[in-house]
């Protein structure tokens, strides 16, 4: 990492720049790691200062802003760059339950917010409404895999034209699995990016969940959602039937 925390992803040049401003070493590192692998670039401003300098000299796609910075809040921050006529989409961290918060930062301009502790996918569902919206990102609403459609917008879910429904936490799962074929996820990573980064109870509720997301899909043998014994679990779409 360079001078001043500033970093960016030379290798997917063409995502969109995500700027994260945030002192918190856990959050910041949870959030470069997850939206690198997602092909975003991401640039991180440890204070106010220098998170209002990277707004004017980068240019960001989407803002992650946190309230509580060492030097400016977060909420002096919104109001400055909106002063400025810039209409980046703003995404708020807030402490848990601060319902004033939300309010306070929703009147100075920023555009969504989310509570901590987090879930990563949560966050992502945003991250990508929002670029939708500002048409900073062009996506599709509509994954569709084998005979599966998932729309990330409405939260429908259809298998072989037929209407299914998932539980939010399933839902995720799914889009999870779906956006990255292949990819063998541990438990550990599954609970990390759905459940949240502080999630400390025991990893059973994972197989939980993927066997009841199983069982509403229809996912037979040869699965679909297949089990890496002792690892975790990955996605294969092009063998599922
Ligand atoms: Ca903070």
Redesign the pocket.
Known sequence: MGKNGFETNCRSLGGALILVI???DTITEFLKTGLKYEGYRVTIAKDGVTGLDYVRELDPDLIIL?I??PDKDGFEICKRVRRRGSNIPIIMLTAKKEISDKVKGLDLGADDYITKPFSFEELLARIRALLRRSGRAVESTELRVVDIVLNTETREVYKGGKKISLTPTEFSLLELFIRHPRRVFTRETLLNRIWGYDYTGDTNIVDVHISHLRDKIGDKPPRLIRTHYGVGYAFYPEEGK
């Open positions: 945030e002192d918190e946190d509580m910075l």
